[in-house]
């Protein structure tokens, strides 16, 4: 095993060891995983690595005297160690440059990563340049002895900063707690805060002055956010009631989501790669944008390969005010965002380039986003290569269609009154999940698309369905609710359809329930008699209760094309 391993050419990159019972050893690249021997493991392989290595404690964890290496063990019902898992840990030098300025100023800085991105490496690599560059007191709390090695001495890879072991990892709280105050640290240093009361202790060290510097899971800030465990990390979270008045300068609900409190880290990194990343320089400001909805600021550091330093720097949302005149448009925020999505893949049950055919018929599609976060939507747009078909505005009155979640739109009259005085289509999303965001996006570009090639332009209504839906409605009005007393059912329509068909009982002077959802939603016609305060079943709404989008006839458009406003759910 050790001579295949030394021979494979990327032996400097190698990034683990996996040893199971049974089964081939592997070595895994970042090119993938190779195979070190044509033999299965035995026991007396694993009995004999084992025995190399320091003791296993009760996270299953052990390591190599002075090196950074962590070995994990896999065991059987029975305790018996069945596999290992052997990870390579190196001190990189240099690999904190990106982050120099922020080192330097003494900020408290969080680094957020998937598994594998290397945090540790630059939290160890941070940690050496504040003890020995800057001569501050740094003290390392090691649960896993992952930064400082294992062992009594710990690596070289620390410089002059200090390290203090836990014993388990439950006990990594009071071991904070202590080394503030006993050892009197300038720095603390933190890998993987994982529980809320690791969380409230980083905290509570916050509040005494002293700068830390930790890691957590997760690959964004809304990760963290939406953890319980550790929104106290950005400063928690907690519902709001606004006032009246608040809540129409806001163009929001009366009830929103806002930050509890200031932020334990003053920064935040989200590590992309071991070559890029995404500095937040104010996670209050960052959070703040979030929960409002709107997209934070961001400024993405590269290292090239020759090593020098590439910033990309935009500033989308530069403060968390709502006034207009803070924000930039959209079009800038598109080339930060053009960097920050394709990261997250998911499963589309669309063909992957549903825009390259629209884009060819000239088609440009300018999409308002209500509710929704505009990073989600961006990348839902590059999942789907709609990049050049779509393009997103924060103009309503210059947009195509809206795209808004359901719970906000219906909450705010004031963008449904704007969306219906420019003859809007909305689409409204359930959730904000990627899946209905993809399935919204798919019939925008399909229901346009589909006027584009069939030469309709602005007429969204089609003359026969029009047609068929006034005759059906003025038959059921004239020969059965009026010299009869009874109610008619009409059958299911489109929500479009359906207005035009509201239009019409309205100028009979007559009342309706609308019945079921769509695509079964249909319009009931009332008689004079009945009662408005009837009982009403369950999925029945009497035209009060929701305000459907007035028809406009041909006298109302310059070019004499009738507009109707299209909520499309999904």
């Given at each position: 095993?050790?001579?295949?391993?030394?021979?494979?050419?990327?032996?400097?990159?190698?990034?683990?060891?996996?040893?199971?019972?049974?089964?081939?050893?592997?070595?895994?690249?970042?090119?993938?995983?190779?195979?070190?021997?044509?033999?299965?493991?035995?026991?007396?392989?694993?009995?004999?690595?084992?025995?190399?290595?320091?003791?296993?404690?009760?996270?299953?964890?052990?390591?190599?005297?002075?090196?950074?290496?962590?070995?994990?063990?896999?065991?059987?019902?029975?305790?018996?160690?069945?596999?290992?898992?052997?990870?390579?840990?190196?001190?990189?030098?240099?690999?904190?440059?990106?982050?120099?300025?922020?080192?330097?100023?003494?900020?408290?800085?969080?680094?957020?990563?998937?598994?594998?991105?290397?945090?540790?490496?630059?939290?160890?690599?941070?940690?050496?340049?504040?003890?020995?560059?800057?001569?501050?007191?740094?003290?390392?709390?090691?649960?896993?002895?992952?930064?400082?090695?294992?062992?009594?001495?710990?690596?070289?890879?620390?410089?002059?900063?200090?390290?203090?072991?836990?014993?388990?990892?439950?006990?990594?709280?009071?071991?904070?707690?202590?080394?503030?105050?006993?050892?009197?640290?300038?720095?603390?240093?933190?890998?993987?805060?994982?529980?809320?009361?690791?969380?409230?202790?980083?905290?509570?060290?916050?509040?005494?002055?002293?700068?830390?510097?930790?890691?957590?899971?997760?690959?964004?800030?809304?990760?963290?956010?939406?953890?319980?465990?550790?929104?106290?990390?950005?400063?928690?979270?907690?519902?709001?009631?606004?006032?009246?008045?608040?809540?129409?300068?806001?163009?929001?609900?009366?009830?929103?989501?806002?930050?509890?409190?200031?932020?334990?880290?003053?920064?935040?990194?989200?590590?992309?790669?071991?070559?890029?990343?995404?500095?937040?320089?104010?996670?209050?400001?960052?959070?703040?944008?979030?929960?409002?909805?709107?997209?934070?600021?961001?400024?993405?550091?590269?290292?090239?390969?020759?090593?020098?330093?590439?910033?990309?720097?935009?500033?989308?949302?530069?403060?968390?005010?709502?006034?207009?005149?803070?924000?930039?448009?959209?079009?800038?925020?598109?080339?930060?965002?053009?960097?920050?999505?394709?990261?997250?893949?998911?499963?589309?049950?669309?063909?992957?380039?549903?825009?390259?055919?629209?884009?060819?018929?000239?088609?440009?599609?300018?999409?308002?986003?209500?509710?929704?976060?505009?990073?989600?939507?961006?990348?839902?747009?590059?999942?789907?290569?709609?990049?050049?078909?779509?393009?997103?505005?924060?103009?309503?009155?210059?947009?195509?269609?809206?795209?808004?979640?359901?719970?906000?739109?219906?909450?705010?009259?004031?963008?449904?009154?704007?969306?219906?005085?420019?003859?809007?289509?909305?689409?409204?999303?359930?959730?904000?999940?990627?899946?209905?965001?993809?399935?919204?996006?798919?019939?925008?570009?399909?229901?346009?698309?589909?006027?584009?090639?069939?030469?309709?332009?602005?007429?969204?209504?089609?003359?026969?369905?029009?047609?068929?839906?006034?005759?059906?409605?003025?038959?059921?009005?004239?020969?059965?609710?009026?010299?009869?007393?009874?109610?008619?059912?009409?059958?299911?329509?489109?929500?479009?359809?359906?207005?035009?068909?509201?239009?019409?009982?309205?100028?009979y002077q007559l009342h309706y329930q609308r019945v079921g959802k769509e695509p079964d939603a249909r319009l009931r016609i009332l008689p004079f008699q009945t009662r408005r305060d009837e009982p009403r079943t369950s999925g029945e709404t009497f035209d009060e209760d929701i305000e459907f989008d007035?028809?406009?006839?041909?006298?109302?458009?310059?070019?004499?094309?009738?507009?109707?406003?299209?909520?499309?759910?999904?």
């Open positions: 095993m050790r001579i295949r391993v030394s021979e494979h050419p990327e032996l400097y990159e190698l990034i683990e060891v996996v040893m199971d019972l049974g089964r081939k050893p592997l070595a895994r690249f970042p090119s993938g995983d190779f195979s070190l021997s044509d033999c299965p493991i035995t026991v007396q392989d694993i009995e004999h690595a084992t025995s190399q290595v320091g003791d296993f404690a009760v996270d299953n964890r052990a390591g190599i005297s002075r090196t950074l290496h962590r070995i994990s063990a896999i065991r059987n019902r029975k305790g018996a160690i069945i596999g290992l898992t052997c990870r390579v840990g190196r001190a990189v030098s240099g690999s904190a440059n990106l982050l120099q300025d922020l080192v330097q100023d003494g900020a408290s800085l969080l680094f957020i990563g998937p598994p594998g991105v290397g945090k540790t490496t630059i939290i160890r690599e941070i940690a050496r340049v504040l003890a020995n560059d800057y001569k501050k007191r740094v003290m390392i709390v090691d649960t896993s002895s992952e930064i400082g090695g294992d062992g009594d001495i710990p690596h070289p890879g620390i410089g002059n900063a200090r390290r203090m072991q836990v014993p388990n990892s439950e006990m990594q709280h009071k071991v904070l707690i202590e080394a503030v105050e006993n050892h009197m640290p300038q720095v603390i240093v933190i890998d993987e805060i994982g529980t809320k009361l690791e969380a409230m202790a980083a905290s509570t060290i916050a509040q005494r002055g002293i700068q830390l510097v930790a890691t957590a899971h997760g690959v964004t800030i809304e990760n963290l956010i939406m953890n319980p465990s550790l929104e106290m990390l950005v400063g928690g979270v907690q519902n709001v009631t606004l006032g009246d008045e608040e809540a129409h300068r806001r163009g929001v609900q009366k009830t929103v989501l806002e930050r509890k409190g200031p932020s334990t880290f003053s920064c935040a990194v989200e590590i992309v790669s071991k070559t890029e990343l995404r500095v937040h320089h104010s996670l209050e400001a960052t959070v703040d944008a979030i929960l409002s909805g709107r997209i934070p600021n961001v400024e993405i550091r590269r290292m090239q390969h020759d090593g020098s330093k590439e910033t990309v720097e935009k500033g989308i949302f530069a403060e968390t005010s709502f006034d207009e005149e803070d924000e930039m448009t959209v079009e800038d925020a598109m080339e930060v965002i053009e960097e920050r999505t394709g990261k997250i893949q998911f499963i589309s049950e669309f063909p992957p380039n549903i825009g390259e055919d629209c884009w060819e018929d000239g088609l440009l599609i300018r999409l308002y986003v209500y509710g929704i976060l505009e990073t989600t939507v961006v990348q839902v747009i590059k999942q789907l290569q709609m990049d050049d078909a779509v393009q997103l505005t924060d103009n309503i009155s210059e947009a195509d269609a809206l795209l808004a979640l359901h719970s906000k739109l219906k909450k705010n009259s004031g963008i449904q009154a704007a969306a219906k005085s420019h003859d809007i289509p909305i689409y409204v999303t359930k959730t904000s999940s990627l899946v209905q965001i993809t399935k919204a996006l798919q019939a925008l570009i399909d229901d346009h698309t589909g006027e584009f090639k069939d030469l309709r332009s602005e007429d969204k209504i089609n003359l026969s369905e029009k047609i068929d839906a006034l005759e059906e409605a003025r038959v059921a009005i004239e020969q059965v609710v009026i010299p009869k007393g009874e109610s008619v059912e009409l059958l299911p329509r489109p929500s479009y359809i359906l207005s035009i068909q509201i239009d019409l009982i309205r100028k007035e028809f406009l006839g041909s006298s109302s458009n310059s070019n004499g094309t009738p507009y109707t406003v299209d909520s499309k759910f999904y």
